[in-house]
Nanobody, 121 residues
Framework: QVQLVESGGGLVQAGGSLRLSCAAS????????MGWYRQVPGKEREMVAL???????NYADSVKGRFTISRDNAKNTVYLQMSSLSPEDTAVYYC???????????????WGKGTLVTVSS
């Protein structure tokens, strides 16, 4: 199976920066869209940023201008550069990738287990 492993989460002061990484591993034919989602207790999981295989991007309004999503297709890795962090950004961040395996006719979503980002005031 395809696995997504996030890294880079941790504790950061308000106004600081973090860079999240997510590497996809396994037997992969192609990866289409990749993205980052986040969730806090009592709230729905929300999309933070998406990036297509053609490097088109989409951001939640709350992070526009502060977060940048990018990908390295050779490494099957997606990144989220976060700057000007505020306590409102505290959440578990999940990596998502729409992946087609060589034996599959279609692509499907895969999720990482999440990495906690805590922004202190």
């Amino acid at each position: 199976q395809v696995q997504l492993v996030e890294s880079g989460g941790g504790l950061v002061q308000a106004g600081g920066s973090l860079r999240l990484s997510c590497a996809a591993s396994g037997i992969i034919f192609s990866i289409n869209a990749m993205g980052w989602y986040r969730q806090v207790p009592g709230k729905e999981r929300e999309m933070v940023a998406l990036i297509t295989s053609g490097s088109n991007t989409n951001y939640a309004d709350s992070v526009k201008g502060r977060f940048t999503i990018s990908r390295d297709n050779a490494k099957n890795t997606v990144y989220l550069q976060m700057s000007s962090l505020s306590p409102e950004d505290t959440a578990v961040y999940y990596c998502n990738a729409h992946v087609r395996r060589p034996t599959d006719l279609t692509s499907r979503d895969y999720w990482g287990k999440g990495t906690l980002v805590t922004v202190s005031s």
